[in-house]
T-cell receptor, first 112, second 116 residues
Framework: AQSVTQLGSHVSVSEGALVLLRCNYSSSVPPYLFWYVQYPNQGLQLLLKYTSAATLVKGINDFEAEFKKSETSFHLTKPSAHMSDAAEYFCAVMGGRRALTFGSGTRLQVQP | DAGVIQSPRHEVTEMGQEVTLRCKPISGHNSLFWYRQTMMRGLELLIYFNNNVPIDDSGMPEDRFSAKMPNASFSTLKIQPSEPRDSAVYFC??????????????FGPGTRLTVT
C-alpha cells in the first residue's frame, strides 16, 4: 500500500521568507507524487506532479518540489512567500488504480 | 470548459433523510472520483469510476452510501439514511487517462453536507 506523511500540520512564515512543506512517501513501486493546494471553501488545485521524468519538478506560482528516492521525500518549496500563498497544502501519492491517497495536510500561514 | 461541477454546494438535512450529491465531470474525462474531507479523517477516497464502471468502492463507508454513473457526464452519490457523522465536504474529481498514466485530477468545489 502507498501512503504519504506530511510533517507539520501548521507552518508559519513571514512574507518573503522561504516556504518548506515536508512530505515523505511510502511505496513499494516507483511512486507518482502530487502537491495540491486548497484555498478556503474551494476545491483542490494541482501545484505540481512527479512522474519520474525529472527529480526537480517546477509548478505554478514559483513552487517546486524535489523527489529524493534515498530519503523517500517530496518536499515542497518556494523561495519567497506571498500573502496569497496562505492555504492548506496536500501531498498525495497515486496508487495503481489512479486514485489519490492524501496526506493529512499542512496549513500555511504567511505573516506580514 | 466550466470544470467539474457539483451540486448542491451546501446541503443541510436532518438525520434519517436521503441526500443526493451530484457531479458533472469535465467533458471527455473518462475517470471520476468521489472523495470525502473531514477534520478527523482528512481526504479519503470513497469510490472511483472508469468509463462509467465502478472500479474501486472499498472506501464507501457502509451500505447507506451508494454511487452511480449512468453516463459519462453525470454521477450521483447518495446517502440513505443520513447520519450526523456523515457531515463532511464531498468532492468530485475527474481525469483523463489510460492505464496508469498519472494525469491530473481536476476537483470540483465540493458539497458541504451538514446532517443535524
Amino acid at each position: 500500500a502507498q501512503s504519504v506523511t506530511q510533517l507539520g500540520s501548521h507552518v508559519s512564515v513571514s512574507e518573503g521568507a522561504l516556504v518548506l512543506l515536508r512530505c515523505n512517501y511510502s511505496s513499494s513501486v516507483p511512486p507518482y507524487l502530487f502537491w495540491y493546494v486548497q484555498y478556503p471553501n474551494q476545491g483542490l488545485q494541482l501545484l505540481l506532479k512527479y512522474t519520474s521524468a525529472a527529480t526537480l519538478v517546477k509548478g505554478i506560482n514559483d513552487f517546486e518540489a524535489e523527489f529524493k528516492k534515498s530519503e523517500t521525500s517530496f518536499h515542497l518549496t518556494k523561495p519567497s512567500a506571498h500573502m496569497s500563498d496562505a492555504a492548506e497544502y496536500f501531498c498525495a501519492v497515486m496508487g495503481g488504480r489512479r486514485a489519490l491517497t492524501f496526506g493529512s495536510g499542512t496549513r500555511l500561514q504567511v505573516q506580514p | 470548459d466550466a470544470g467539474v461541477i457539483q451540486s448542491p454546494r451546501h446541503e443541510v438535512t436532518e438525520m434519517g433523510q436521503e441526500v443526493t450529491l451530484r457531479c458533472k465531470p469535465i467533458s471527455g474525462h473518462n475517470s471520476l472520483f468521489w472523495y470525502r474531507q473531514t477534520m478527523m479523517r482528512g481526504l479519503e477516497l470513497l469510490i472511483y469510476f472508469n468509463n462509467n464502471v465502478p472500479i474501486d468502492d472499498s472506501g464507501m463507508p457502509e451500505d447507506r452510501f451508494s454511487a452511480k454513473m449512468p453516463n459519462a457526464s453525470f454521477s450521483t452519490l447518495k446517502i440513505q439514511p443520513s447520519e450526523p457523522r456523515d457531515s463532511a465536504v464531498y468532492f468530485c474529481a475527474s481525469t483523463l487517462g489510460t492505464g496508469t498514466v498519472p494525469y491530473e485530477q481536476y476537483f470540483g468545489p465540493g458539497t458541504r453536507l451538514t446532517v443535524t
